[in-house]
């Protein structure tokens, strides 16, 4: 039996993509280890991100406004809706929406015929699609991996409890937080920033998580567990129940797979993490049925073949204006890598003094590279003399090199 579309891997970008074909009239399977495994991640995402794919419902918390400590003057306050995803909720909802045929095993490997790809599991099962989307994370099933240098790692500890304190500010979502007073005499703190990410979840229930942005070698979990227990010290909130520990690596800033492969790559598998903020959910919800909608057009189109069907399935996935916008991310990120404490403090405090337009569609997405690269302008033009000489650096070596090709890319 041969299936439209076979999407590898059962997290939020598989069932995304796999929702997203089936409402452009696909069919599908879905290859996954454990399809009754829980995603064992805390996302949160923007609440409009959720818009595409139309999965109302399926936030367990929703704050209309969150809030910026940069350590530099004022808490700031974000006009926009955030929330923290209902993991079962989302998952349930996906997986009914798709419709796809469940396939239990782990892909080890993908062989190309005239009329498709196989999906070769590791009990030797195969199963044959048209097309094949990989959405197995970070490292992927099926697809060979770009080439460039190691990636930066973002390390997070968080707790979900309840504690006989406040550790945020009642009924608020705290975005980040970057002020450092607490932990000024614990080790590294100065060299290696890391902010505060938490949460009331109502009913005397908190997430609190400290996170280490980007850094290449990642930092390691016992340091961010220190620093987490020192500002819940400083907060006067102690932990008196523990729901559930968070221990969160990932790899930033991935060269981007080559998209001339037969297999699609989406979410983690093909580089979607964004590069200067660790966010990927979002996006994957959005740009699902853009790849759905791509795949449908190519598998429908008169002398379709194989290799023409995927090439559509990279181009949606991978168009060339966010091509260019990831070059920018990831200068933004090589950047980030070289900042202490205090500049990152001038940086996001300069950062979300600019107006929505530009710190929304940094974080979430802009309308096309030039927004994005009058954003960074912008923020280039509003920093202060010491923080613009550290935006500057990276510029004059082989990032900015490197930059300056990504931008040329029209392929």
């Known amino acids: 039996m041969t299936t439209d579309v076979i999407v590898v891997g059962g997290g939020p970008a598989g069932l995304a993509a796999a929702a997203a074909c089936a409402d452009a009239g696909l069919d599908i399977a879905l290859l996954a280890p454990d399809h009754h495994a829980p995603w ?3 996302y949160g995402l923007w609440a ?16 209309d406004a969150v809030t910026v400590a940069t350590g530099m003057g004022p808490t700031r306050q974000l006009d926009r809706a955030y929330g923290r995803v209902d993991n079962p909720s989302l998952r349930a909802r996906l997986y009914e929406r798709s419709g796809a045929r469940l396939l239990t095993g782990s892909a080890r490997g993908a062989e190309v015929t005239a009329a498709g790809t ?7 099962e195969r199963h044959a699609a048209r097309a094949v989307v990989d959405a197995s994370g970070h490292r992927p099933a099926l697809l060979t991996p770009g080439r460039g240098r190691p990636p930066a790692w973002q390390a997070a500890y968080g707790v979900l409890g309840s504690f ?3 550790p945020v500010p009642p009924g608020s979502m705290v975005f980040m937080d970057w002020s450092d007073a607490p932990l000024r005499d614990l080790p590294r703190v100065a060299e290696d920033p890391t902010f505060l990410y938490g949460m009331d979840l109502g009913d005397g229930r908190w997430f609190v998580e400290e996170t280490s942005l980007a850094r290449r070698p990642a930092l390691g979990f016992d340091a961010l567990e220190q620093r987490l227990w020192r500002r819940l010290e400083s907060a006067g909130a102690r932990l008196t129940e523990t729901l559930e520990v968070e221990r969160c690596l990932f790899p930033m800033g991935v060269p981007l797979p080559p998209r001339d492969q037969r297999v699609i790559g989406f979410g983690g598998a093909a ?12 996006a994957a919800l959005q740009r699902a049925p853009e790849l759905a909608a791509s795949l449908s057009r190519a598998l429908d ?10 090439a559509a399935g990279w181009r949606a996935v991978w168009p060339i204006d966010l091509v ?17 404490t205090a500049t990152i403090q001038r940086f996001f405090s300069a950062f979300f003094d600019l107006g929505e337009e530009h710190w929304r569609g940094y974080i979430s997405g802009a309308p096309s590279v030039g927004h994005l690269a009058g954003t960074m302008l912008a923020l280039f033009r509003r920093a202060p003399g010491p923080l613009r000489r550290s935006l ?10 490197a930059l300056v090709r990504a931008l040329r890319y029209m392929g």
């Open 40 to 42: 064992p991640n805390t």
């Open 301 to 310: 189109a008169r002398g379709a073949t194989p290799h023409s069907v995927a």
């Open 164 to 166: 006989d304190g406040a």
């Open 324 to 340: 260019r916008q990831r070059a920018l991310h990831a200068f933004g990120m090589e950047a980030l890598l070289g900042f202490d």
């Open 271 to 282: 580089g979607m993490v964004h590069p200067a903020t660790g966010y990927q959910v979002g």
């Open 118 to 124: 196989v999906v070769v599991t590791a009990k030797g």
């Open 48 to 63: 409009d991100e959720l818009e595409p794919l139309n999965v109302p419902d399926v936030l367990a918390a929703r704050w």
């Open 392 to 401: 500057v650096r990276p510029a004059l070596g082989p990032d900015g090199a």
